[in-house]
Structures are given as structure tokens and as C-alpha cells.
């Protein structure tokens, strides 16, 4: 079993819809990182989370310690939203590395 | 803020040869983590250096060396290059105060090796 599992694998959704992706991990962490990757490879870090939510415009990064479970939610989606969204965390007492979910392929069609 | 730099961005390469990526880091960026990105995987962490030592290496053998300089910049060495060394090698800078301030890492585009 994975230390960190994201759901879906594949999201396909019309443009304006809510989306929903979730990651759930096994490990102690310090910190949870949402991250987006586009096909040409270069990854952009969305949220860095410890406790609560955080919101950046159309986006949210939720995250429930005690269930070892996160959250990201794109609010009215938009095509250039189609990207991979990738879950990674840092685990306690080892900083320096980050593990990382299999990543959620979001395709919105206008 | 400068953003973290890679290079080169593409490179072939023929078995058994040697290969050096460079990656800059963001101005106030100690640090500097590595990852081997094979296609359709998620990324592999292969070490980080922090203030010009290697602090952490993920399950890479020896051939896979690297150097962090004083301006923090960092190299990613490869020896023998295998076919399976073909990957998109990623790296990511920070420092303490970003992790501690939730801004986390800042990544470069990627450096695509090819090795035919």
C-alpha cells in the first residue's frame, strides 16, 4: 500500500463544475503539499498545509489531521484548469524528502 | 524573486555516458531536493543538499552524485548512463523559513533526458 493514495486517478468534468480531489495518507507528517504539473512537466506548488483550509481564487486545500486526509477543491473550473494534481508530504522528523500520490489527471472539457 | 532555473531543458544522451543538470535556487533558497521523474510515474526523490551538504538520498546507487555551491545553485551528476536513466529530472528549492511560513517548495520546469 501506498503511504500517500489520491482519488480519482482520472477526473474528466464540464467546464463551471466543482471538483473535488482527495488524498489520504498512512505516515505522521509535518506537512501536506498540493501540487499541479502541466503536460510540459514543470510543477507548480499550489498549498503547503499543517492544520485547517487555505484558499488562493478558485481553489481550496482542505486537510483533516486527525484523518489523515486532504482535500482540493477547484471552484467554477475552467479548461486551462486541465492539469495533474499531485498530493505529497513531508513525514514527521524527516523533512527533506517529500512523498508522493500517483497524481489526479484533470481534463475540464469547455 | 528569480524562480528556480534548470538546464539544459532537453538532452540525448548515449549509453554509458556521463551527464551534469544545473539548477539554480531561489534567491533565499538553502536548499535543494532532486527528483527522477520517469514517464507516467510520480517523481523519485534522489537527495537533497543543504548549505553544501548532502542531508538525505532517496534508493539512487552511486553513479548518482551531486554538488551544492556557495550561491546555493546545485549540479546533478549522472555516470554510466543507463536507459532507464531516461526521466524528467526535477528540482525543487526552500529553506527553512519557507517551510516554516507554508510557502513550501519552488520548483524548476524540468530538465528531459533522453539516453538511447
Known amino acids: 500500500k501506498n503511504e500517500v493514495e489520491q482519488s480519482p486517478q482520472n477526473l474528466t468534468a464540464q467546464e463551471g463544475e466543482f471538483i473535488t480531489i482527495n488524498c489520504s495518507y498512512s505516515?505522521?507528517?509535518?506537512?501536506l503539499h498540493w501540487l499541479q504539473q502541466h503536460p510540459g512537466g514543470g510543477i507548480v506548488s499550489l498549498f503547503m498545509?499543517?492544520?485547517?483550509?487555505k484558499k488562493h481564487g478558485r481553489l481550496i486545500a482542505t486537510i483533516n489531521i486527525q484523518e489523515k486526509h486532504s482535500s482540493l477543491h477547484i471552484t467554477a473550473s475552467h479548461p486551462r484548469d486541465s492539469a495533474v494534481y499531485i498530493c505529497?508530504?513531508?513525514?514527521?522528523?524527516?523533512?527533506?524528502?517529500?512523498?508522493w500520490g500517483a497524481g489526479t489527471k484533470l481534463i475540464i472539457k469547455p | 524573486e528569480t524562480g528556480v532555473t534548470q538546464s539544459p531543458t532537453h538532452l540525448i544522451k548515449t549509453r554509458g555516458q556521463q551527464v551534469t543538470l544545473r539548477c539554480s535556487s531561489q534567491?533565499?533558497?538553502?536548499?535543494v531536493s532532486w527528483y527522477q521523474q520517469a514517464l507516467g510515474q510520480g517523481p523519485q526523490f534522489i537527495f537533497q543538499?543543504?548549505?553544501?551538504?548532502?542531508?538525505g538520498r532517496g534508493n539512487f546507487p552511486p553513479r548518482f552524485s551531486g554538488l551544492q555551491f556557495p550561491n546555493y545553485s546545485s549540479e546533478l551528476n549522472v555516470n554510466a548512463l543507463e536507459l532507464d536513466d531516461s526521466a524528467l529530472y526535477l528540482c525543487?528549492?526552500?529553506?527553512?523559513?519557507?517551510?516554516?511560513?507554508?510557502?513550501?517548495?519552488?520548483f524548476g520546469s524540468g530538465t528531459r533526458l533522453t539516453v538511447v
Open positions: 505529497a508530504v513531508n513525514e514527521m522528523d524527516s523533512n527533506y524528502q517529500l512523498i
Open positions: 534567491s533565499g533558497h538553502n536548499t
Open positions: 543538499y543543504y548549505r553544501e551538504e548532502e542531508n
Open positions: 525543487a528549492s526552500s529553506s527553512s523559513l519557507s517551510m516554516g511560513q507554508g510557502y513550501g517548495y519552488t
Open positions: 505516515v505522521g507528517i509535518s506537512a
Open positions: 498545509l499543517s492544520s485547517g483550509k
